[in-house]
């Protein structure tokens, strides 16, 4: 095991508490303190749409942080510098905890520096392996997947008593001196790692193939691929245009998918038209980088799931009887120590899958390559939100529900998020070509803000009247109907995602040589 690992690995643990820290007491917070100005009963719905704007910026920053490494300084110089900034948001959090444009700006620092490292340290990871010793790369991150669960369970437990019992200021103060000494750690181990230098200006990089691609003209031949990634751009100008009505998120985030969709789809159907102009090699990685693309795509609706069990599951457990009854004890449990629990289940079921179930599975004859295990992880997260949704059924019809009733949604939900997540890392890492490694994490990370996006959308829409008299018409009540959707929605993803992983071949794009990295 390369040594330089353990740096790595505990910068990772303090950083995931940190981030943990402030976001599992995000929403009660709001609700509680910061956003009573507004009346009662808009407070949860503003709560929500406030954590998921944080959440779409955390997991949107990835594609700068990517960018910036690739391009110009490589990981190391990109984590440390951007890891300061992270700790500048945590301090505005524990100062402004009164004042609303103060904590948001905090807000967006975190979502920033989180977002921007966040590719980075587990592609890191990666670069500490090559060819020689790739076989412990899929232990490392199982570790480094540990963690961050290891890191978020002792944060999710502790941080909303210190909310309840010392206040904002002390529960956003601690996350951030953690995020120090994370910073301090990573920085300490800076003599033992390998740094893969950034990417020199690539006359036949992603950007230039698909441009090629896309503006080659073939006699006799119309250019369908340029008409598609021109639709797109349109339905992002578009999209941009409704900021008024949609709100400026929800508008920019949808441009960028269209953007996205339309030129990534318009790429593929004239791909071809750049050989010639670029080596074969660099159009068979652009080809394979789109084939990426299209798995993260289809993982979006398990991000749209998981996400909000810091959200919708936090406002549901508020209304819940916070009594559970265990050992012969009662406990009173905070709604936002819920969310112990997904960690604690990753870090047994973690094992669980690679000692137990794996190997058993492998018995009966059947490989659990990553993308049945994402298939399986996207089903499971639709089956937690079925059930999380009876609860909420039961609730709307009068009875009292225990907290201890979530238990199972947050066991279903978290083998999914092990199934998906943690494999989604090893996945992408491994599919992506060398020159592209920050940056297809960064896309893994786009993944996560799409999710949030479906949520915002689905949030919006239930504000019109005719989407709320239709489920008045359904004979369950609003937050039900919303969970019910989501894990249809999870459904026909996993669906289509099982369709796809049958016809995807797997690459190996590990490092050759550890010496030809060094020099």
């Known amino acids: 095991m390369p040594r330089q690992i353990p740096f790595i690995i505990a910068t990772e643990g303090c950083e995931r508490f940190s981030f943990y820290g402030m976001r599992n007491i995000l929403t009660p917070f709001l609700i509680s303190t910061l ?7 808009d407070r949860a719905g503003e709560a929500k749409h406030v954590f998921h704007t944080f959440v779409i910026g955390v997991y949107f920053f990835p594609l700068l942080g990517g960018w910036l490494a690739d391009r110009f300084f490589g990981k190391y110089d990109t984590i440390f510098w951007l890891s300061l900034v992270y700790c500048a948001g945590h301090a505005c959090l524990a100062i402004w905890d009164d004042n609303l444009n103060g ?3 905090g807000l967006f620092l975190i979502a920033l520096g989180s977002g921007g490292i966040k590719p980075l340290i587990s592609s890191f990871v ?43 200021s002390i529960a956003f103060g601690i996350p951030g001196i953690l995020m120090f000494i994370a910073t301090m750690v990573f920085w300490s181990g800076r003599k033992k790692y390998i740094n893969v230098p950034p990417a020199p200006e690539d006359p036949n990089s992603f950007t230039r193939v698909a441009r090629t691609a896309l503006l080659a003209a073939k006699p006799g031949q119309s250019r369908p691929g340029l008409m598609v990634a021109g639709i797109g751009a349109v339905g992002a100008l578009a999209s941009l245009a409704m900021s008024l009505q949609w709100g400026f998120v929800i508008a920019a985030c949808t441009a960028v998918v269209l ?21 074969d090699e660099a159009v068979d990685g652009v080809r394979a980088v789109l084939r990426i693309l299209i798995v993260f795509g289809l993982s979006t609706p398990f991000w ?31 709604p936002a120590q819920m969310q112990a629990l997904n ?24 490989e659990p390559t990553a993308l049945r295990r994402m298939t399986v992880g996207i089903v499971f997260s639709a089956l937690s939100w079925i ?24 066991a279903l939900l978290t083998f999914g998020e092990v199934l998906v997540s943690a494999t989604g890392l090893e996945f992408a890492y ?11 994490m960064a896309f893994w990370f786009l993944a996560t803000t799409v999710g949030s996006l479906w949520v915002l959308i689905v949030n919006q829409a239930v504000k019109n009247e005719a989407v709320l008299a239709h489920i008045a018409n359904s004979g369950v009540g609003v937050m039900a109907f919303q969970m019910f959707f989501f894990a249809a929605f999870a459904f026909a993803a996993a669906v289509a995602f099982g369709m796809y992983a049958v016809r995807y071949r797997m690459v190996d794009n590990y490092r050759v040589d550890t010496k030809a990295a060094l020099a």
């Open 35 to 41: 956003l009573l100005f507004l009346p009662e009963p």
């Open 304 to 334: 749209s799931l998981f996400d909000q069990k810091a959200s919708t599951w936090i406002v549901q457990a508020q209304a819940m009887v916070p009594t559970v009854a265990a050992f012969g004890t009662e406990f009173t449990i905070l």
């Open 387 to 410: 059930v999380i949704g009876m609860i909420q059924v039961s609730m709307d019809g009068g009875e009292p529900m225990s907290m201890a009733w979530q238990i199972l949604p947050y």
């Open 259 to 279: 953007l996205l969709a339309g030129g990534g789809i318009g790429t593929s159907m004239q791909l071809e038209r750049a050989r010639g102009a670029h080596p």
């Open 126 to 168: 990666g670069d500490q392996f090559d060819q020689t010793n790739k076989g412990k790369a899929k232990v490392v991150f199982d570790i480094f997947y540990w963690m961050i669960n290891f890191g978020s369970f002792f944060a999710s437990l502790l941080m909303p008593i210190f909310l309840k019992d010392f206040g904002p």
């Open 103 to 105: 904590f948001y700006f």
């Open 430 to 440: 491994s599919q992506a070509p060398a020159s592209m490694k920050g940056v297809i």
């Open 343 to 366: 960690p604690l289940l990753v870090m047994i079921l973690i094992p669980f899958n690679n000692l137990v179930l794996y190997p058993l599975i492998r018995k009966a004859g059947i």
